[in-house]
């Protein structure tokens, strides 16, 4: 991987039963959602600005709550909401609420503190946030800039190169295309701009209405079935891990 990701592993088995098929190249729909608005952020995140802007106003009020609760409140629901009041007032940081996977100041209870303290400060993230969507003239312009510059760039675009090499599979990527985006942005701009379901009428032969009209699915990958459940005789890598842990902990014979 050459650096550790959580996605990918979905892409590499895509790539490898393409590979065993025989195909060299492969077109990937990677870039859909960030053009064209299929993922939830794209409503999440300007609804809850919206409602929480005006709070952004008030002098310590987010810092302050963030304190108060984040040593307790993910007993009860997620450590998220903890940062609500500091995070939900502008569309960067609400972002970064939406997506990250912990909030920064989670992180001292995994790594160094000191580590996280200069690590956060040189990644400047929330200010790299702000800097996308400055001058943004939509909500939705403004999501579009922060899933493809951030979610899409350095994980999924990165992800689908190394799961794709790893089995000699080339996987374009037409949807990530300057050109594309060049011609859409006036419509993106507008009041209608096109969603998934315009792209998808696009298609020569027409999609049948199975394809067009299911729900939405995530790309899913059975992680919890792999690792293994807890109790007596348990698999996957979670029992795995546990034997070799008991024969290099057990004492030794006689």
């Not at 609760?69 to 972002?95: C, H, M, N, Q, V």
């Not at 993106?188 to 998808?200: C, F, Q």
């Not at 079935?225 to 890598?237: K, N």
Request: net charge positive; hydrophobic share 45%.
């Amino acid at each position: 991987m050459d650096q550790p990701s959580i996605d990918g592993v979905n892409t590499w088995f895509v790539s490898k039963a393409a590979a065993a098929r025989g195909l060299k190249v492969a077109l990937s729909g990677l870039g859909g959602d960030e053009l064209f608005a299929g993922y939830d952020s794209f409503r999440q995140i300007p609804a809850l600005v919206s409602r929480l802007r005006h709070l952004g106003s008030v002098p310590f009020l987010g810092k302050g709550f963030r304190l108060v609760t984040a040593g307790w409140i993910g007993r009860f629901a997620s450590p998220k909401l903890a940062g609500l009041l500091e995070l939900g007032t502008r569309a960067g940081d609400a972002y970064l609420l939406r997506r990250g996977l912990m909030m920064p100041w989670e992180l001292p209870r995994f790594l160094d503190a000191d580590l996280v303290r200069d690590g956060w400060r040189g990644l400047t993230m929330r200010g790299r946030l702000a800097q996308a969507v400055a001058g943004m003239p939509a909500d939705r312009l403004a999501v579009t800039a922060l899933e493809a510059g951030f979610y899409m760039r350095n994980q999924l675009l990165r992800d689908s190169d190394w799961a794709g090499m790893d089995h000699s599979l080339e996987i374009r990527v037409p949807l990530v295309d300057t050109e594309l985006y060049r011609h859409l942005l006036p419509m993106m701009a507008g009041a209608n701009p096109p969603g998934k379901a315009e792209m998808a009428q696009c298609a020569q032969p027409p999609l049948p209405g199975s394809i067009l009209h299911r729900p939405k699915t995530g790309f899913f990958i059975p992680v919890a079935q792999w690792i293994g459940g807890d109790g007596p005789g348990e698999r996957g890598l979670r029992g795995w891990a546990r034997q070799v842990d008991q024969a290099f902990t057990a004492p030794a014979a006689g």
